[in-house]
């Protein structure tokens, strides 16, 4: 499958609104879309709500790039299990598939941490949007390659017909 993420202007409003609605913590969301041969469409973007705390330090303080966890929102996400299934049965209902995932970096550069890396899954795409004093800015789109590091992936907008 090629890396490329299809998607309206529309996607990349809701996902920056939600990003300077959270500000300074970061939010996160769910991309639910069509898979295809070339490439992954966008047809909604779903806010979640960011359920980073001391109990997600828990589950997550094992894995690589975390060595420093705190439960501060400002520089971490974490999307509910419940909330995950709850968007894959909508997507199944409506022959979606979650195809990625989004989530802001207030105050740092649109580019994934070690912890985002060691975190991800190899079939999504990752949005990440820098979010500078409250106002959302550079936007890049990422995925995996075969070495489970982090590459560009490119995005191409699609005008509404």
Do not use: N
């Given at each position: 499958m090629l890396a490329v993420?299809?998607?309206?202007?529309?996607?990349?409003?809701a996902i920056r609104t939600h990003a300077e609605s959270t500000?300074?913590?970061e939010c996160c969301g769910l991309l639910l879309g069509k898979l295809a041969e070339?490439?992954?469409?966008?047809v909604e973007v779903m806010p979640t709500e960011n359920r980073w705390n001391a109990e997600a330090v828990e589950v997550f303080q094992e894995i690589e790039?975390?060595?420093?966890?705190?439960?501060?929102?400002r520089d971490r996400y974490a999307i509910a299990p419940k909330?995950?299934?709850?968007?894959q049965k909508l997507?199944?209902?409506?022959?979606?598939?979650?195809?990625?995932?989004?989530?802001?970096?207030?105050?740092?550069?649109?580019i994934p941490s070690e912890f985002d890396r060691a975190c991800a899954?190899?079939?999504?795409?990752y949005i990440i949007v820098s979010v500078q004093q409250g106002k959302a800015g550079d936007l890049r789109n990422w995925s995996l390659d075969d070495a489970h590091q982090?590459?560009?992936?490119?995005?191409?907008i699609v005008e509404t017909t």
């Open positions: 993420l299809k998607l309206h202007p529309q996607h990349l409003q500000y300074p913590e070339d490439g992954k469409t966008v790039g975390s060595a420093k966890l705190g439960s501060d929102k909330d995950m299934l709850k968007v997507g199944r209902d409506r022959q979606l598939d979650i195809i990625g995932i989004y989530h802001s970096h207030p105050d740092h550069p649109a899954w190899s079939v999504y795409s982090f590459q560009p992936e490119e995005m191409i």
